[in-house]
């Protein structure tokens, strides 16, 4: 008998008796609140705001929306987003392979802090990092003022975009791979090293089809992160309508000149991005359920 | 091959695995190296495969120095305490890996590397499992699969950690004469790390005793049955 069942004795009387429930299992009237605390959760925090998206977005009909998509602005903030995710993913795939292979493969004494260090942009404030990057990149500083004489901006351009992109995004890759690569040790990498191969070839026929899956969600995380992000972003971009303009950039001043359509339709696009990347993912877990299976079991 | 240690020591940091050692191999025998947890043993046989470098002292192979040899170039066959099977590839990718890696020149074509896999997998008994992964074998398939795999590479010698540690006894006793006669048919130097003593008494030639870092006692089983060297190997061995 579970403590609720004890307190309601009604509850007790209409329920299965006891031993034929598992002993992880809740009771019915347990099972229904939760059920109902979950949904009416999810409902007010993702679908509610999904569903204002779109209707807000459609509100002129389909034609406005399409139409406020198809200006020069908006193409050129859709552009920009893409090309600024290409760029950020497989830079921080890169790095989050190279920091989770230096932090599980190797003993050297700073390991904690390195690890703290890759976990810096969870909880340094977005418009904080951005403003850093404007204090050492912007033309006011060495390094910008440089780096401008010989036309090559950074701030206020997309290379300060990438900068602060790469930054908001860094731990996703490195945050999926550790676990991962940690419990599967050292152990089949020195296997292959005394089989003769090369430790390129180590990496490429030994760690990285163990971590492709790890690899893959991590990837998919960060790029749904790297479209949306908005304040470090906002900072370093200076906001220059058709130039330095990323999509959430363009969706903010759009509201803020009251364009509603226009504002929500370009959110409705950004959202079926990011739902795009997690369908993507949620189909490959499902197709590849079996080596995910064997990847984790062993 | 034989194999000459040579005042090996190991620290880690400040704690010593390994104080100055000195064993000689001769050539195709088969050794065990026998000690409670913690002695030194897989320290030394990692030493010996290159998977570990010596705080001091040398490795001669066949009177030459070997100390500065990189794993890949020790070419010693590795047989793992759990494995390390290749947990994403076939038992028959997992032979012939070693095969493929190497250098283009001296690599074998695809067909001669399939027929030195099926002779393998006929020489551990199990001709029919190529096409399964690692997580559809048993145990003692897997240490056979194991010792196919250092096999494959056509090792100078053979290193095996524990490779009977994680089995059943009825299995452990069967795979132990495997071992024998692998050993006997290739004539290979093979050193196995084992707390187990019946198991280095009944299978191996040679006896290294090892406690806390140290080499108690080498000697042939009889000889370290009856005539051993130190209160701990006489403790050790009646135990
Ligand atoms: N990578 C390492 N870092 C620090 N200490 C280590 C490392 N590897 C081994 N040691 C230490 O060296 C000593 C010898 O370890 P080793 O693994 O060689 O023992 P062993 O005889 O193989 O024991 P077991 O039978 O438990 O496997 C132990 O005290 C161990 O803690
Ligand atoms: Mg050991």
Not at chain 1, 207 to 232: Q, S, V
Request: glycine content about 8%; hydrophobic content about 50%; overall charge neutral.
């Amino acid at each position: 008998m579970s403590d609720a069942s004890l307190h309601r004795p009604g509850a007790a009387r209409s329920a299965r008796p006891a031993s034929y429930r598992k002993p992880t299992e809740e009771t019915p009237a347990a099972r229904t609140a939760l059920i109902l605390l979950t949904v009416s959760g999810l409902a007010i925090l993702v679908f509610a705001p999904l569903i204002v998206v779109f209707t807000e977005a459609l509100a002129d009909g389909w034609a406005a929306a399409i139409e406020s998509l198809g200006n020069r602005d908006a193409q050129s903030a859709i552009r920009l987003t893409l090309t600024i995710t290409a760029i950020a993913m497989p830079l921080n795939a890169v790095f989050g392979i190279a920091a989770a292979w230096l932090i599980t493969k190797f003993d050297f004494r700073g390991k904690a802090f390195l690890i703290t260090l890759i976990d810096l942009p969870f909880s340094v404030s977005p418009v904080v990092a951005g403003l850093c990057i404007v204090l050492l990149f912007g033309a006011n500083s060495l390094i910008g003022g440089w780096l401008v004489a010989h036309d090559l901006p950074i701030v206020f351009a997309i290379p300060g975009i990438v900068l602060a992109t790469v930054f908001v995004t860094f731990p996703f890759v490195a945050r999926e791979l550790i676990p991962v690569m940690t419990e599967q040790g050292r152990a089949e990498e020195e296997a292959a090293l005394t089989l003769g191969a090369s430790g390129w070839r180590v990496f490429h026929t030994v760690t990285l089809p163990n971590i492709r899956w790890a690899l893959l969600y991590g990837t998919l995380l960060c790029t749904a992160r790297a479209m949306g992000e908005f304040g470090a972003v906002a900072v370093v971009s200076g906001k220059i309508r058709g130039q330095t303009a990323t999509m959430p950039i363009t969706i903010e001043m759009l509201y803020n000149e009251y364009l509603s359509v226009a504002a929500f339709s370009m959110a409705a696009l950004l959202t079926g991005f990011a739902l795009l990347t997690l369908l993507l993912k949620t189909a490959l877990e499902l197709r590849h359920a079996d080596a995910l299976a064997a990847n984790h079991r062993h | 091959m034989d194999i000459h240690i040579d005042e090996i020591s190991k620290e880690f940091g400040v704690s010593r695995a390994l104080h100055p050692v000195t064993l000689s191999i001769p050539s195709g025998t088969l050794v065990a190296l026998l000690g409670p947890s913690g002695s030194g043993k897989t320290t030394l046989l990692r030493i010996l495969g290159g998977l570990e470098f010596p705080t001091s002292g040398r490795v001669l192979f066949d009177g030459r120095d070997a100390t500065g040899l990189s794993v890949q170039e020790r070419r010693a066959g590795f047989v793992f305490q759990s494995y390390a099977l290749f947990r994403h590839m076939t038992v028959f990718d997992n032979i012939a890996y070693g095969l493929a890696a190497r250098p283009r020149a001296i690599r074998p074509n695809r067909t001669e590397i399939a027929r030195r896999v099926t002779k393998l997998l006929d020489l551990i008994q199990l001709p029919d499992i190529g096409g399964r992964y690692p997580t559809q074998l048993s145990g003692g398939q897997r240490q056979r699969v194991a010792l196919a795999r250092a096999l494959a590479i056509e090792p100078r010698m053979l290193l095996l950690d524990e490779p009977f540690g994680a089995l059943d006894a009825k299995v452990r006793k069967e795979l132990r004469q495997g071992l024998r006669d692998i050993h006997d048919e290739t004539g290979l130097t093979t050193v196995f790390v084992t707390h187990d003593q019946d198991e280095a008494m009944e299978l191996a030639d040679l006896v290294v005793v090892m406690s806390m870092g140290r080499i108690e006692q080498i000697g042939r089983p009889l000889d370290i049955r009856e005539r051993p060297a130190t209160a701990f190997v006489r403790n050790f061995v009646s135990a």
